[in-house]
């Protein structure tokens, strides 16, 4: 797989939610989207770094931005998670790793495949604006306002 750089065109997707709801990149197109791939539902590291963005959504909707998360478990447990969380943004479905593979985050472990914990700001233009190759669950979600911010992205910006 080819690895994706800032300024790129990211790559389309189409997949179900945790709600049997087909999301699409073109749904977020005009709009500021950061779209973060985890390994698993309902894991430490994946709990905590959803729980901070389930916490920072009023900012990042005060902002127009879009938080939608990505990984390879399938809706059911999608559903789960988001329910026990209450996790108020879109999870992804990608069973395939489709999509995975196409942001090259693709992880193969012995029998199964999972995503990388990495996540991709996507500017209204739909290129690619930022890249986390390196996550830390835990501040991740601020370190991800901050640069918008920094990208000129604020709630000044977001009422136009």
């Not at 693709?106 to 914990?117: E, P, S």
């Amino acid at each position: 797989a080819t690895t994706l750089q800032v300024g790129d065109q990211a790559p389309a997707f189409s997949l179900l939610d945790q709600n049997g709801e087909r999301r699409r990149l073109a749904d977020y197109q005009g709009g500021w989207l950061v779209l973060y791939f985890y390994p698993k539902d309902d894991t430490p590291g994946c709990t905590t770094e959803a729980c901070q963005f389930r916490d920072d959504v009023p900012q990042f909707k005060a902002m127009g931005v879009s938080v939608v998360g990505v990984s390879l478990d399938d809706v059911g447990s999608h559903k789960a998670f988001a329910e026990k969380y209450h996790l108020p943004f879109p999870l992804l479905a990608d069973t395939d790793a489709q999509v995975a593979e196409a942001y090259g985050v693709v992880m193969k472990l012995v029998f199964w495949k999972l995503a990388k914990r990495q996540t991709f700001v996507i500017g209204p233009d739909g290129k690619i604006a930022k890249i986390y190759r390196e996550v830390t669950p835990k501040s991740h979600s601020d370190r991800v306002i901050a640069d918008l911010q920094a990208l000129g992205v604020s709630a000044d910006t977001a009422e136009g």
